[in-house]
């Protein structure tokens, strides 16, 4: 049996053990309740929930700005235009397709503005139209602005100096013709195959009144000898015709007036 001594020792070391327990659990628990702890557990609670919270937003945002770029790609590609992101800038090695530099503004074509310049168009060209071609069709759309008369002509060409003594020597009209001469502009090539295509017409001169040609130099010398070239521009002109008179008549009027 062991001795008391030991009996003793053993029981010392148990109630230690019981007390040592005790204290422990009851520290703990007060430990849990106190202020400091609380507090400490609700401020990391509130950091964390706030990084969750930006966590969302930034997602959110994301998603909209991802939602708003498709909608602006879906949108350039019905207008025939190349997309080009407005944040990232696209794929460097890529350029807007038709006129349309990155920044989504049109390209002039160079030349064009010193010869009565050009429109601005923003549709694409038609299905199996080449882009030179329609430049041609978007100048000649806005040289027919100019004046009500349009004479298309070559500095060399004999008829078309033929239709321009007329129209601008031999009659007085108003607006005065605009003349384009077609060697010296320069998309003029494609302007006469425009010009060839819409009007029938694929020589020069060729006069064209309110948008409809009125034919050549032979066809104005013959209008001139028949003395119908003032009825032929007021019936086309009509009211984008100001004045148009024979000069030789001004001159008679003015002698008359003198005269008198």
Do not use: W
């Amino acid at each position: 049996m062991p001795s008391q001594r030991r009996m003793r020792l053993y029981v010392l070391l148990l109630t230690l053990t019981i007390i040592t327990t005790l204290y422990m659990t009851r520290s703990s628990s007060q430990t849990r309740t106190s202020p400091f702890y609380i507090k400490t557990q609700e401020a990391l609670q509130a950091k964390d929930y706030m990084e969750a919270s930006k966590q969302r937003d930034a997602d959110g945002v994301g998603s909209r700005l991802k939602a708003a770029a498709d909608d602006a790609k879906k949108a350039a590609e019905k207008k025939g235009q190349e997309y080009v992101d407005s944040v990232t800038g696209g794929d460097s090695d890529k350029t807007p397709r038709g006129r349309y530099n990155k920044e989504g503004k049109q390209q002039p074509l160079e030349g064009v503005a010193a010869v009565g310049g050009r429109t601005q168009d923003k549709t694409p060209p038609k299905e199996n139209e080449t882009e030179d071609y329609h430049d041609a069709e978007v100048e000649l759309n806005a040289i027919l602005k100019k004046s009500p008369i349009i004479i298309f002509s070559k500095t060399y060409c004999p008829h078309s100096r033929k239709a321009k003594h007329i129209l601008l020597e031999k009659y007085d009209i108003d607006p005065a013709p605009y003349v384009v001469e077609l060697d010296e502009h320069p998309i003029g090539l494609k302007l006469q195959e425009v010009l060839a295509d819409t009007t029938g017409r694929r020589t020069v001169p060729n006069v064209m009144v309110i948008g409809k040609s009125i034919g050549g130099g032979d066809q104005m010398q013959e209008l001139d000898e028949t003395d119908t070239v003032i009825e032929t521009i007021k019936k086309l002109g009509e009211a984008r015709i100001t004045r148009v008179t024979k000069r030789s008549q001004q001159s008679e009027m003015r002698r008359v007036r003198r005269q008198a």
